[in-house]
């Protein structure tokens, strides 16, 4: 008896190859996606402006980046300084070292979505912080009084045709870029889990509606852990986010629907090496770690040398 109900994933028309370009932007699972794609030896720029989770605040990192835009609203708390765009990870200790991040940032990452081959955008939450002086919604509080915001519940209306542009200014800058959205099954439950359904309910609704314009693709991260594992064994013990398991069988299913067979052999190949490589012994002196060393060594070498497209990145 089968009590899993499968999910069929059509298979693209794209198929990856190593040496093309990722992009991941978006929440926490955007992160955990971008480990897969190193491990299979893919160059992969994945949140460089820290993870977001609200479609309007990476809507507004996008288009920062396309329009070359060089202002930067920067929030001080204490000693450090912060980008509203941004995540807490990207900080300065002056006003004047945020802006310069933030704006090295925006190139360097246009420069880099000019030779992409897939651009993977995650929305984690419709669930919002508008900040009342500037008049729109941040990226990141980053810890301020509660009282500069006003929660908000995205409107779908309000952002599909905001994303059909932003993708028709990626396919501007590069016709060879596919784009792919996907929504997070990580669950908000700070929000409470009626909240934590209408915002995913509102954020699978934004996507469809946007795909109905625009030129890109759905995977249904959050179907394949809701409804075809659909069990608490493949959360971690917080029972919000999805285990090692179950990302790795999220990404299991990715492979099926953008990977040739060769890339997948490939890709394991690259993987099982990296696992030798991150290989600790516990007898670190002996010959028996020695000779496997050794061996690592050699399997890399042969690897680089049949396969200079792979990205190995130590």
């Known amino acids: 008896m089968n009590f899993r109900l499968s999910l069929p994933i059509p298979k693209s028309d ?38 977001i989770f609200h479609p309007t605040a990476i809507a507004s990192c996008l288009q920062d980046v396309l ?18 765009d941004s995540a807490e990870s990207i900080f300065g200790n002056s006003e004047e070292e945020v ?22 955008i995650t929305f984690g939450t419709a669930w919002g912080y508008h900040h009342s002086e500037i008049d ?39 016709p060879e870029m596919h784009v792919v959205f ?25 996507v469809h509606s946007t795909l109905e314009q625009a030129d890109a693709d ?3 991260s959050y179907e394949i852990v809701m409804d075809e594992l659909r069990d608490y064994r493949f959360f971690k013990e917080c029972r919000v986010h999805p285990t090692n398991e ?40 002996s010959e028996e770690t020695a000779k496997h060393l050794e061996t690592t060594k050699e399997k890399l070498h042969i690897l680089r040398e049949e396969h200079p497209e792979v990205w190995w990145v130590d």
């Not at 040496?19 to 992969?44: N, Q, R, W, Y």
């Not at 802006?99 to 246009?110: C, P, Y």
């Not at 409470?192 to 934004?206: C, D, T």
């Not at 629907?257 to 516990?282: C, G, M, P, W």
Request: proline share 3%.
């Open 14 to 51: 794209v198929e990856l190859q190593h040496g093309d370009k990722i992009a991941l932007i978006g929440s926490c699972f955007s992160d955990e996606m971008s480990k897969h794609f190193v491990k299979s030896g893919f160059e992969v720029n994945s949140n460089p402006f820290g993870t």
């Open 67 to 84: 329009n070359d835009k060089d202002h930067v609203d920067v929030v001080q708390r204490n000693d450090l300084f912060f980008s509203w």
């Open 99 to 120: 802006i310069e991040k933030v704006q090295s940032l925006r190139k360097s990452f246009k420069e880099y979505l000019t030779s992409t081959r897939l651009f993977v």
């Open 136 to 174: 729109r919604i941040v990226g990141n509080n980053h810890k301020m009084p509660a009282s500069l915001f006003t929660k908000r519940l995205m409107e779908v209306e309000q952002e599909t045709n905001k994303w059909d542009y932003i993708v028709q200014r990626l396919k501007r800058l590069n």
């Open 182 to 206: 996907t929504v997070s099954p990580v669950r908000h439950a700070k929000d409470g889990l009626v909240n934590n359904n209408r915002s995913k309910a509102r954020l699978i609704e934004l």
């Open 218 to 220: 759905y995977f249904p």
């Open 246 to 285: 179950a990302v790795e069988y999220v990404w299991q299913r990715f492979e099926e629907v953008y990977f040739s067979e060769e890339t997948k052999a490939l890709a394991k190949r690259v993987r099982n090496l990296h696992q030798s490589v991150d290989h600790r012994s516990i007898h670190p002196n």
